[in-house]
């Protein structure tokens, strides 16, 4: 049985936070581009930066807003498996 929190479906249909999950990618690129777009007018060589934050703050916000409470919990619980699976994720 689903629990109702993870799926995205309601009735068939895509939920408020299925829809914007599954129109993240194309969000992302859009703020990317308009970001780099008015850095680089800005900053010159150094709109890398400022590219970096906007991306990696607008996919944390994204996360935030698709996902539950307990299932950013259990992303960031300690892994189950022995730690050189870990290990080898790192090295890769």
């Known amino acids: ?3 109702p929190q993870v799926t995205p ?3 068939d249909r895509l ?3 299925g829809w914007l999950a599954f129109g993240s990618p194309v969000l992302l ?3 990317g581009n308009l970001a780099a777009r008015l850095c ?4 010159g060589q ?3 930066v400022r590219v970096g934050f906007v991306y990696w703050s607008s996919l944390a916000g994204l996360v ?10 259990q992303w960031l619980a300690p892994g189950r498996g022995h730690w050189l699976w870990a290990g ?3 090295l890769m």
Not at 64 to 73: D, G, I, T, V
């Open 1 to 3: 049985m689903t629990d």
């Open 9 to 11: 479906l309601v009735n």
């Open 15 to 17: 939920s408020a936070r």
């Open 29 to 31: 690129v859009l703020v």
């Open 40 to 43: 680089q007018a800005l900053l």
């Open 46 to 48: 150094w709109a890398w």
């Open 64 to 73: 935030a807003l698709a996902s539950s409470p307990e299932q950013r919990r």
């Open 88 to 90: 080898l994720a790192l």
